[in-house]
């Protein structure tokens, strides 16, 4: 379980709560540009067993926080500020339209997180989060958690 600033990252599907796997990434977010963290990390979950209908949380379990909507495109992204910290969570939506006919997932925000509802199954294996915070006071740009949530530029 991953222990943040101001506090823990929790998976639920169908409101259980579910094992993920945690995976480090660099903390230097794109390579030749200013954009550091404190820690950043892709989350993964086992998708082998989710059925059309089901719901996947991702959320920080927390308390007193300011939380920001942010994003952009297919980018669900909620910043969280506490005390000194930001703490970043993203992740994406795959939606397809093929001859009327919904596939894969929407994912939206919710108070402390975000939620996938799956629509079908055809892509469910790319649901993936990110997460990433920093110390605000350190002077480092607040845009570094943005890019750095971003699972799109995580890898495996």
Not at 55 to 63: G, L, P, R
Not at 77 to 103: A, H, P, R
Request: with cysteine.
């Amino acid at each position: 379980m991953i222990k943040t600033p101001i506090g823990n990252l929790i998976v639920e599907k169908n409101g259980e709560v579910i094992e993920y796997r945690a995976i480090p990434q660099p903390l230097c977010v794109i390579e030749g540009c200013d954009y550091y963290v404190d820690a950043r990390y892709l989350i993964r979950i086992d998708t082998t067993t989710i059925k059309a209908g089901d719901i996947v949380k991702c959320f920080i379990d927390c308390e007193d926080v300011t939380v920001d909507g942010n994003g952009g495109e297919m980018l669900a992204l909620l910043d969280f500020y506490k005390d000194n910290f930001l703490v970043s969570l993203g992740g994406y939506e795959i939606l397809e339209k093929e001859l009327e006919k919904k596939f894969a997932f929407d994912l939206y925000q919710v108070e402390k997180g975000l939620e996938a509802y799956f629509i079908d199954t055809k892509y469910k294996e790319e649901l993936k989060f990110a997460i990433s915070w920093m110390d605000i006071n350190s002077g480092i740009d607040e845009n570094s958690t943005w890019y750095a949530s971003d699972p799109d530029i995580c890898h495996e």
